[in-house]
C-alpha cells in the first residue's frame, strides 16, 4: 500500500493483468520466529532460512466479503447470548494506515480475546478461573472510508500460561487484519498501558524494544464515555504496497 517506486506497472507475462507487488520486510526488521524466553518457540520455529515465494495472483488478491457480512452487533462484544458481559466495559477505537499514514479502508479487523476473568472460551483453555455465559470474546469489523474501526467489550483479564515459573500473560486482545490482498495480513496483540506484567512476558519482549510501544494502546479520557466505558486508542500500520509490478531478479519474484 506504499507508492516506493517510479517504475512503470507492466503487465503479467502472456496478459493485460498488472499485478500489484508488495514490499518484503527486510529480514532484520522481521518480528524473530524463534525467542529464547519464548519455550514453544524452540519446537515450532523453522530450523531452516524462510524462502520468500513469489507474488502470484493468489498473493496480490484477498477475500471478498461482502456487503452483509458483518453487521454492527459484531464490533459490540459486551452483548451475547441475550446478557451482558461481566467486567470493565471498554471502547477500542483507532485506524488502520498504510505505511505511508494513509488510511486502509474496507479492511476487515477480526478480534479475539479473554474475558474479565482471564479465560478464554475454548476446550483448552481449562484453568480455575470462571466462564461468562455472555462473553464469547469474538468481534469483527470493517474499517470505514477513513480507515476507522471501533469495538466495545471487557478489558480482558490476566492469565497463566506454562511457559515458566508463574508466567502470566499480560492484558491483550488479539488482533488479525486483511487488507485487500492475502500478504497484507497481520496477525498482532494489542496491550494495555502501564501493565505490571510486561517485564516477564516473553511476548511482549520478543518485539524490538524500539517497536514495542506501538503494540500498546493509548488510554484516551477524552473518548471514555461518562458512566459507561473507558476508551483506549490503537492505530494499527500495515506495510505498504508497492504499485511497481516490474520483476527483477535481485529477490526471485516472478510475478
Ligand atoms: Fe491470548
Do not use: C
Amino acid at each position: 500500500m506504499t507508492g516506493t517506486t517510479s517504475r512503470e506497472p507492466r503487465p503479467a507475462s502472456d496478459s493485460a493483468l498488472v499485478l500489484p507487488r508488495y514490499l518484503r520486510e527486510p529480514a532484520d526488521r522481521r518480528t524473530p520466529v524463534a525467542y529464547a524466553g519464548y519455550k514453544s518457540t524452540g519446537v515450532r520455529a523453522p530450523l531452516r532460512t524462510p524462502v520468500d515465494l513469489p507474488h502470484r495472483l493468489t498473493e496480490v488478491t484477498g477475500p471478498v466479503l461482502g456487503e452483509d457480512m458483518v453487521t454492527a452487533a459484531d464490533a459490540d462484544l459486551t452483548l451475547r447470548q441475550g446478557g451482558e458481559a461481566q467486567g470493565q466495559r471498554i471502547i477500542v477505537y483507532g485506524r488502520v494506515l498504510d505505511s505511508d499514514g494513509r488510511p486502509v479502508p474496507h479492511a476487515l479487523v477480526e478480534i479475539w480475546q479473554a474475558n474479565a476473568a482471564g479465560r478464554y472460551r475454548h476446550v483448552v483453555d481449562n484453568w480455575p478461573a470462571p466462564l461468562d455465559p455472555h462473553f464469547d470474546g469474538l468481534g469483527r469489523v470493517v474499517t470505514d472510508d477513513l480507515g476507522r474501526y471501533e469495538f466495545t467489550t471487557i478489558k480482558p483479564g490476566a492469565y497463566p500460561w506454562g511457559n515458566h515459573h508463574n508466567a502470566w500473560r499480560p492484558a491483550h486482545i488479539h488482533f488479525s487484519l486483511f487488507g485487500q490482498a492475502f500478504t497484507q495480513r497481520l496477525v498482532t496483540q494489542m496491550y494495555f498501558p502501564d501493565d505490571p506484567l510486561f517485564g516477564q512476558d516473553p511476548i511482549f519482549n520478543s518485539m524490538p524494544t524500539t517497536a514495542r510501544h506501538r503494540a500498546v494502546s493509548r488510554f484516551d479520557l477524552e473518548r471514555s464515555q461518562p458512566n459507561w466505558a473507558l476508551a483506549f486508542q490503537w492505530d494499527i500500520v500495515l506495510r505498504g504496497r508497492e504499485q511497481t509490478p516490474f520483476e527483477t531478479d535481485d529477490d526471485g519474484d516472478v510475478a
